[in-house]
């Protein structure tokens, strides 16, 4: 092979090496998001749960009441 094919051929095994680890660490990111976002939808389940909870406690029931005119 001619010197510049050589060149050729190194520069694009460099750039697929570079694209790899970009792929790789983009890999990490959205592995790591998806572990966040389960995290933060449990979390939002339970916040939830426990406002509703507080609005029941906090809400007087509403009593049942005869009507006056009985």
Partial sequence: MSN???ARIE???TD???ANHTLDELNDVVFDQGKQIARLTRK???MTDQMEELIENALPAHAVEKPPHY
Avoid: G, P, S, T
Wanted: glycine residues 0%; hydrophobic residues 40%.
């Fill in 11 to 13: 520069k694009l095994e």
């Fill in 16 to 18: 697929l090496a570079h």
């Fill in 4 to 6: 510049d094919q050589d």
């Fill in 44 to 46: 939002l389940a339970d």
